[in-house]
């Protein structure tokens, strides 16, 4: 929860749990750790865990012996990512450091996870790197990255609103910032990794409705937030009658359904 004094302010990162995780994370969290299949016994780490829904999924397959460490740079998200995990039995570490300057051992983990995170480290090529170290020479990487804003259309219609009200959507198209798979591959092979695959992979990001897609992400996505806070209350009508109009073809009987493409890495040392 929100806190004062020199205690951990949570309530951004709990709203990331609530609202963004359940609609757009988990189902690709789900997808990616079935194929990482990681065995009872592995060491597991997950990179820029947010609040650690891939950490958690990973560690119901690792158990009885094996372990799950979440990292992340946030102390906000790691604080909610532990208390989630602490009414379960399940086998998890949480830290707070960079993802850039790791505090592991080398060779340490048989298995390394980067949901959506290397998009957002400031040294791609470094974040590469590290997860390579910290990985035993049999060991793989599994990480997500998302195809580019056109091929993601909940996104693309925020972003095009938001520059329709003279707002920077700069922060809205961040996510989708490292997209091209000949880079990605490029700069993981750089990175010292042996192997690399990038797949392409597609699943739905499921709303209540349209103006619950904005209230979710204005409430609780990192990036997004920060830019849809900007618009004037007089203009909001607007843009969400803009993002409607471009949305109204992803409404069916259940709500709103986005489909939400993404590369999927898989990368050996």
Sequence with gaps: ??????????????????????????????????????????????????????????????????????????????????????????????????ALAMPFADDRFDLCLCLQGLQFFPDRGAGFAECRRVLRPDGRLFASLWLPIEDNKGHLALARAL??????????????SFADAGEIRETAKEAGFRTVEVRTGERSARFRSIEGFIDSLAAGAPSARHALVQIPDDRRGDFVEEVKESLEAFVTENGLELPMRSHVVIATP
């Design 1 to 98: 929860m929100a806190t004062g004094g020199n205690e951990i302010d949570t309530s951004a990162a709990e709203a990331y749990e609530a609202f963004i995780v359940s609609a757009i994370f988990r189902p690709w969290a789900e997808l990616i750790v079935d194929l990482a299949a990681p065995k009872p016994g592995d060491r597991v780490l997950d990179v820029a865990c947010g609040t650690g829904i891939g950490a958690r999924i990973a560690a119901e397959r690792v158990a009885p012996d094996g372990k799950v460490t979440g990292l992340d740079i946030d102390p906000a998200m790691v604080e909610v990512a532990r208390d989630l995990a602490a009414g379960s039995a399940l086998a998890c570490d949480w830290q707070v450091a960079s």
């Design 163 to 176: 520059e329709n009200q003279n707002v920077d959507s700069a922060p809205v198209r961040r996510p989708f």
